[in-house]
């Protein structure tokens, strides 16, 4: 086999992983009643991929593919191990998959199943939801730590109880009934929006954005909105994504330079998609007292339709981010809350409340804290203590379009900083 096929039987593997990780193993999980078990039979099949890909060619369907190996290889050690019939009570219609059936019928019911598995109330809500990330969103445990503002051995030990709590447990792989899914939907909304949030800023690699996990966030909202079209809050989180990914082709120029939201071509902004979100907000707001999906999809509706970024309603945002913090009192709303302040009673106050929050221990990993610090310092001329900020936030940043602005600013306030010329 030349080095030329070798490598494009890895890049179709590789493919494959990011983009059919959750089905597969969504599928594998209805038939192995164990999500270890599930997930090790899973990765087994990707390595099996290499040689019969290899060998025999792509398949025209490579998630069918995989799912057949992976479930036939969780078959076969149920039956070995002869706990086939104990774990009969925890299958759900254990077919086996048609290599030409068609992903768009068998696939979201499969992995709808597995987030609903993994956001059981026998679960505590962060192991809920960082369990979902990891299993069913192919999110890594350090970014679903660096979302959660603790360590990765910490997440990496939460995932793991979780999925022992399931077993011991033996929690229903199903969607719940009707009555059972109101105490359920919380988890899973925040599941997709910590999903979408990874995929619109990556915590690491060469791109801004990774787009695999924001269709990924986008296909699942739509499917619980399909599920559950009179809840506000889901119809709230849709908007929130729409509204917000309505941006992504003007967030980076043409040579992968990140631009700020003002600095953002707002003709290039995906009109559907912002009319869709409008529609759903408003939807959302009818339906009574607004929760922190719909707060938040409020304040994206705001930007989206100003016609510049002067000329949003910042007043609006700032009582936005008043009522958001009464239902989800999180510091990082906090900090953006900080950003509608310095617009509305100027930098010295935003700056007030930065730098009371830097006392949050949650937020001392957090690039953004030191980086919006950073940018008050610079526009009211202090460029000494701004390359000071600049360089902290430069220390705790991965994402390469991130940190090249984060140099790039840093070169300037030290320029400014000693007096230089900052034009090059």
């Known amino acids: 086999m030349s080095d030329d096929s070798r490598a494009a039987v890895e890049r179709a593997v590789a493919d494959a992983h990011r983009r059919e990780w959750a089905f597969v193993l969504a599928a594998t999980a209805r038939v192995a009643g164990d999500l270890d078990l599930a997930e090790e039979c899973v990765q087994d099949a990707y390595l099996a991929a290499l ?81 979902t990330l990891r299993l069913v969103c192919g ?12 360590s990765e051995p910490t997440m990496a ?13 033996a929690i229903p792989y199903r969607v719940p009934d009707a009555g059972e899914l109101p105490e359920r939907v919380d988890a899973v909304l925040t599941v997709i929006h910590l999903l979408y949030t990874t995929g619109h800023t990556a915590s690491t690699g060469a791109d801004l954005v990774r787009a695999d996990l924001v269709e990924r966030a986008l296909g699942l909202a739509r499917m619980l909105m399909a599920l559950m079209p009179d809840e506000a809050e889901v119809r709230g989180l849709l908007a929130l994504l729409l509204l917000t990914d309505a941006r ?5 120029d043409t040579q992968g330079r990140l631009l700020l939201l003002e600095e ?74 900080a950003v509608a302040i310095s617009m509305v009673y100027g930098l010295q106050a935003a700056l007030d409340e930065i730098d009371a929050l830097a006392r949050d ?9 030191p980086a919006i610090r950073a940018d008050l310092l610079r526009r009211l001329g202090r460029p000494r203590e701004a390359a000071v900020a600049y360089r902290a936030a430069l220390d705790l940043a991965d994402n390469k379009a991130e940190r090249e602005f984060l140099a790039a600013r840093l070169d300037e306030a030290v320029d400014s900083g000693s007096g230089r010329s900052s034009e090059r």
């Open 139 to 150: 999110v890594g445990t350090g970014d679903i730590a660096k979302a959660f503002l603790v």
């Open 248 to 252: 992504r082709a003007t967030r980076t």
């Open 361 to 369: 221990d949650r937020l001392a990993a957090y690039h953004y804290l």
């Open 51 to 131: 040689a019969a890909w290899a060998r025999d060619g792509v398949p025209r369907k490579p998630g069918a593919w995989l799912t057949t190996t992976a479930r036939c290889k969780a078959l076969d050690v149920l039956r070995r191990d002869q706990v086939f019939r104990a774990k009969m009570p925890l299958l759900a219609e254990p077919d086996e998959v048609d290599m030409d059936e068609s992903d768009d019928e068998v696939i979201p019911d499969d992995r709808l199943r597995l987030i609903f598995t993994c956001c059981h109330p026998a679960l505590a809500r962060e192991a809920q939801v960082a369990l």
């Open 157 to 169: 030990a939460r995932v793991t109880r979780a999925k022992k709590k399931i077993s011991v447990a």
């Open 264 to 337: 953002q071509d707002r003709s290039a902004w995906d009109r559907a998609a912002i009319g869709e979100g409008r529609r759903l907000v408003e939807g959302a707001f009818r339906a009574g007292r607004a929760g922190r999906y719909a707060l938040q999809a409020g304040i994206a509706c705001l930007h989206a339709t100003a016609a510049s970024y002067a000329a949003t309603d910042w007043r609006q945002i700032l009582w936005l981010y008043d009522e958001l913090l009464k239902v989800w009192p999180s510091p990082v709303v906090a900090l953006n809350r």
